[in-house]
């Protein structure tokens, strides 16, 4: 057994994180570097940021040339293993899962508008459902851009009324989502 041997000792063993290892923090930390720096300003001022690395992030976006974005992307990995990132990763986490809600709320809406313009079958019980699910949507408003809708997809006109169809729906999906039904 190796732990009873006397030619190895515990100096032969280093503890600390393995040579791969600490590229693999650089490399996250560099991820999170063009994270940071892809994110809209509202974003980014959502996240607790030093003011060294918000101007590094900007210098980043002014720069253009790839040699350069490269050496300023380095720069900002620097200034961001100087700090503690934790508040970062988890502010970004919830821009991220913002995104997820956001989306799966479009695909929602998508579905209700496809399922209401008769693309799943009975376009008259899908406006039920729908109203029986959101009894605070306006039932004239949608009963008549549905018609409009269908009439515009038959004569192949621009699909406004299915745009507005759209919106309508989107906005009582979200109306039931911030009352919190």
Do not use: C
Not at 44 to 73: F, H, M, S, W, Y
Not at 121 to 135: N, V
Not at 163 to 174: I, S
């Amino acid at each position: 057994m190796i732990d009873d041997d006397p030619e190895f000792g515990e100096d032969d063993f280093d503890e600390g994180p393995s040579k791969s290892q600490l590229k693999r923090e650089a490399l996250a930390v560099r991820d999170l570097g063009s994270e940071l720096a892809a994110l809209g300003a509202a974003e980014r001022a959502r996240i607790p940021l030093p003011d060294d690395v918000v101007d590094a992030i900007n210098e980043l976006n002014r720069t253009t040339q790839n040699g350069a974005r490269k050496r300023q992307l380095g720069w900002l990995a620097k200034r961001l293993r100087k700090i503690d990132i934790e508040p970062i990763d988890a502010a970004l986490e919830s821009i991220r899962q913002a995104a997820r809600a956001n989306t799966q709320t479009l695909h929602l809406v998508e579905r209700w508008r496809d399922r209401l313009l008769g693309d799943d079958g009975d376009a008259k019980s899908a406006l039920t459902e729908f109203l029986d699910k959101y009894p605070h949507a306006d039932r004239q408003q949608l009963r008549q851009l549905q018609r409009s809708a269908m009439k515009e997809k038959s004569q192949t006109k621009s699909p406004k009324s299915a745009r507005l169809l759209f919106k309508a729906v989107r906005d009582a999906v979200n109306h039931q989502a911030e009352s919190g039904q």
